[in-house]
């Protein structure tokens, strides 16, 4: 069956550095969502990527969904202190969400 | 402003209890869904349900069951509490991107 696969599963930077996760699917998928879990508290939706090859950028954040529609990735420029948090990729699967495990992301001051 | 809440954030019951846990949105949605979140496991997919009164399992059904009588409404039951049942319980509900529950933290003694 389709398995999302995300590494790293754990990244401790220092605030300032970048950050990038990355989320790679067995099968092509139709679209992507990525999530944000604050300490404490529950996944919140940060954005769906649909087309190949697509790039989104939300501030510092940036997010790719590969040409093959297989991979995606999320990169944070100059990390924050506020950025952290598990960070989730989750693709469609029948109706519902397959969601990668997640990175952690901790952020030094 | 969209809310998904669930009946309790902490919960603590003994081995063989029957135990409700209850969701319930306010946007209309026809998807419900409840996980569970281990550390370094991610989000498990329990059980999921696309309108009132149809019920789909997940990828770990084994021990729960889940009840959907009314649209806003979705239940999950676990019919006698085991200890490796103890964990965080989310909520969500979907039109196009999932809307999660504040948690519910169970801990079976």
């Known amino acids: 069956g389709q398995q999302v696969m995300q590494i790293p599963q754990y990244q401790h930077v220092q605030e300032g550095e970048d950050f990038t996760t990355y989320c790679n699917s067995s099968t092509t998928l139709s679209n992507i969502q990525w999530y944000k879990q604050r300490p404490g508290g529950h996944p919140v939706f940060l954005i769906q990527l649909v087309k190949s090859g697509e790039v989104k950028k939300q501030k510092r954040l940036t997010f790719q969904f590969g040409e093959a529609k297989k991979n995606s990735s999320l990169h944070i420029t100059a990390t924050q202190t506020t950025d952290v948090g598990t960070y989730f990729c989750?693709?469609?699967?029948?109706?519902?969400?397959?969601f990668g495990d997640g990175t952690t992301l901790t952020v030094k001051p | 402003d969209v809310k998904v809440t669930q009946s309790s954030r902490y919960l603590v019951k003994r081995t063989g209890e029957k135990v409700f846990l209850e969701c319930v949105q306010d946007?209309?949605?026809?998807?419900m869904f409840w996980y569970r979140q281990d550390p370094g496991l991610g989000l498990r997919l329990i059980y999921f349900?696309?309108?009132?009164?149809?019920?789909e399992k997940g990828d770990i059904p084994e021990g729960y069951s889940v009840s959907r009588e009314k649209k806003e409404r979705f239940s999950l039951i676990l019919e006698s509490a085991s200890t490796n049942q103890t964990s965080m319980y989310l909520c969500?509900?979907?039109?196009?991107?999932?809307?999660f529950g504040p948690g519910t933290r169970l801990t079976v003694t």
């Open positions: 989750a693709g469609p699967k029948a109706g519902k969400s397959t």
């Open positions: 349900s696309y309108d009132v009164k149809m019920k």
């Open positions: 969500a509900s979907r039109t196009y991107e999932q809307y």
């Open positions: 946007m209309d949605h026809e998807n």
